[in-house]
């Protein structure tokens, strides 16, 4: 079947009607079992009041997708596999996030997987997404701007662990304040949706319109005053989903610009960390850098606003560039 736009959005329409329908239920739930997210004391003040909402939202966002996506791909008789390796690094990351919520919110211990633990259950994912990827496409080239090809080879490989494992952290950063991982990274899939079709792969813009839909249906219930977070199983999945897409359009350099606020939130957290180590110094008020904002008096509405104008600007000249 020849696709167009009226049907991706059809696709972002049944997603995001999937996760609004399950999302009452996964708060309810919650809500009965006293399920909720510890505030840590360390965040803002006024972050305390936030304490007991429901998490673990990421779990309407999976089904969403899962369904959407791939039901679509078969209904659609498009091909299927590069559909089902995007979904499954989708769900590998949201496995992992949902362990280490698992740990926090219902075993109520707050640091969950340690780090190592996290990074090496990341790694294994990274891994069995750059065999999928190798058998599918070719690899070995990293695209970058205005249409230059740099081939790294063997490398490329390491560099698909990287960018795997470095986004899915960036998004879990991100993740901070009500409804701006949800909208940035809307802007974000939006994007690789119109990059894909400009590469006519709809197989591609189906997965990703299914993810733009699913964040929606979240954010009606995650924009502020937030009835429910989406946990590290959304923050991580939404980032792994990001990377794999850049690398499967073979527009790997892209996710700097439409990602930027992703980037800029963890070298937020490397400048901190490294200033107050070597000098003794913050240079943010705290970090990752949107609680810096909050810090300086912007409400978490300005936020949202602002870096998603900024995602917004970005990827569009992202789009030019390419």
């Known amino acids: ?20 329908a399950f999302m009452p239920s996964v708060i309810r739930y919650f809500r009965k079992k006293q399920l909720g997210q510890t505030t840590r004391e360390e965040g803002p003040s006024w972050h ?29 008789q498009l091909p299927v596999l590069l559909n089902a390796l995007l ?9 992992i996030g949902f362990i280490d919520d698992y740990i926090k919110v219902v075993m109520k211990r707050n640091l969950g997987l340690t780090s190592l633990q996290k990074l090496l ?49 960036a998004t879990n950063l991100t993740d901070g304040i009500d409804g701006l991982l949800a909208t940035t990274g809307m802007l974000a899939y939006i994007t690789y949706t119109v990059i894909a079709v400009r590469q006519g792969q709809w197989d591609v813009a189906l997965f ?16 502020k005053p937030a009835k429910i977070f989406m946990g590290d199983v ?15 359009l073979n527009q790997e350099w892209t996710l700097l610009l439409i990602g930027l606020i992703f980037v800029f939130e963890t070298a937020s957290v490397m400048l901190q960390v490294g200033s107050f180590k070597l000098r003794g110094k913050r240079i943010f008020k705290m970090s990752p850098v949107h609680h810096h904002f909050e810090m300086s008096g912007w409400g978490e509405w300005k936020i949202v606003v602002v870096f998603s104008l900024v995602t917004l600007g970005a990827s569009a000249a992202a789009l030019i560039m390419i």
């Open 1 to 20: 079947m020849k696709l167009n736009s009226l049907h991706l959005l059809l696709t972002a329409l049944i997603s995001g009607g999937l996760a609004a």
């Open 48 to 76: 305390q009041a936030k304490s007991g909402t429901p998490t673990m939202g990421g779990l309407s966002i999976l089904l969403a997708v899962a369904v959407a996506s791939l039901g679509l791909s078969l209904f659609f």
């Open 87 to 95: 979904v499954f690094i989708f769900v590998v990351f949201a496995l």
């Open 121 to 169: 259950a990341q790694i294994a994912g990274a891994v069995l997404f750059y065999i999928g990827i190798s058998q599918l496409i070719p690899v070995g080239a990293v695209q970058l701007p205005f249409g230059i090809s740099l081939n790294i080879g063997l490398f490329y490989s390491l560099f698909v662990l990287f960018w795997l494992v470095g986004f899915s952290n």
């Open 208 to 223: 990703t319109s299914a993810v733009t839909g699913a964040l929606f249906g979240f954010f009606l219930f995650n924009k």
């Open 234 to 248: 959304g923050s991580l999945a939404l980032g792994a989903g990001l990377a794999g897409t850049s690398i499967v």
